[in-house]
């Protein structure tokens, strides 16, 4: 249990570390207006707090930084919610009060609005990567070798992918190739596509359809399109004006990352309901280990269709970019259902 006097001191250290990103010293913090102690009682507590794991010591300074384990307990015991500002409410309901014609616009907007806000990378899960599943495949010819594949969900969401056929593809074979996967694929989530295709519908083309391996290339095509661009994203190089992140391969590391839609839709998903915090190394991936994620959960008729995230650095400004999630998945819910209606 830390006492009174070092919960005073961490948080201080915390939120001064958040605002400057420079390392923090014992004469910083008793200059606060809020801080009664001496700066030797505020040393020897830093030296007590460091040795207990809540603070590090850079080797080229003599101040200190939140350790990970430092910020978790910020988090979970010292942070409170920040009162948004009037502006930054105006900014959501004027945002949010544009008119959309299909949820998916809304999701993207979202992402745009919340990079905005906090100046870190929002990352978005739409609502049809887990919720969606496939009602009816259809391949509309156009020309010898050019078909349109027209992919329809439960919800209604259409897609149409032109796809190729060698010209020694029949018709026929077409045809058998949507009948099996509309028997053998109807109501089945849109995200488990890929893998249904390789572990189950392969064989049964290989049994029943003349050029199968060319026909299984063009599905694995047109599903990996399916599980695509519902992933969206917010200021993807809003982590390069950190000063955490001037190491050309760390950056690297992470911008390679948020191409892979099916790695990160991964990492956001929740199976918590409202606000979840991950703290460097918390998260999956390794290039994370320096930042954290916060996620809320949005909501359509009261069941769960899809998480908003936010990127940044352990340094992050925790109270406003929880408030802001907060508020932003409440009325992004609210806005979802309306358009629903």
Do not use: W
């Not at 918590?272 to 390794?286: A, S």
């Amino acid at each position: 249990m830390l006492t009174e006097r070092q919960l005073s001191i961490l948080k201080a250290i915390v939120d001064d570390y958040v605002t400057n990103a420079e390392p923090v010293g014992s004469r910083t913090i008793s200059k606060r207006s809020d801080m009664s102690f001496s700066p030797a009682t505020i040393r020897n507590e830093m030296s007590d707090l460091e040795e207990m794991g809540f603070l590090e010591k850079p080797h080229s300074s003599a101040g200190r930084i939140p350790s990970q384990k430092g910020y978790r307990y910020y988090v979970d015991h010292l942070l409170s919610p920040a009162q948004l500002s009037v502006n930054d409410m105006q900014d959501i309901r004027s945002q949010l009060a544009v008119k959309f014609h299909e949820s998916e616009q809304i999701i993207q907007h979202s992402a745009k609005i919340l990079s905005q806000l906090t100046s870190y990378t929002s990352i978005v899960l739409g609502p049809e990567v887990f919720e969606s599943k496939l009602k009816q495949i259809q391949m509309i010819p156009i020309s010898k070798d050019k078909a349109v594949c027209i992919v329809v969900t439960d919800s209604g969401h259409v897609e149409n992918q032109t796809v190729q056929f060698p010209e020694s593809v029949e018709a026929a074979d077409v045809e058998k190739v949507v009948n099996i996967l509309n028997e053998k694929l109807q109501g089945v989530p849109i995200y488990q596509l890929q893998s249904r295709l390789s572990q189950e519908i392969a064989s049964v083309l290989k049994q029943h359809v003349n050029r199968y391996e060319t026909m299984y290339s063009v599905l694995r095509d047109v599903f990996a399109e399916q599980k695509q661009e519902k992933v969206y994203y917010g200021g993807k190089t809003n982590i390069l004006s950190q000063p955490e992140f001037h190491d050309v391969k760390r950056v690297r590391a992470i911008l390679n990352l948020f191409e892979e839609d099916s790695l990160m839709s991964r990492q956001i998903r929740t199976d918590n309901t409202g606000l979840t915090i991950r703290i460097g190394e918390e998260n999956d991936f390794k290039p994370f280990d320096d930042l954290s994620l916060v996620t809320a959960t949005y909501t359509l008729g009261g069941k769960y269709i899809g998480t908003l995230g936010i990127l940044g650095p352990t340094r992050m400004e925790y109270p406003r970019v929880i408030s802001l999630l907060d508020h932003f998945s409440k009325d992004m819910s609210k806005l979802l259902n309306r358009s629903s209606d």
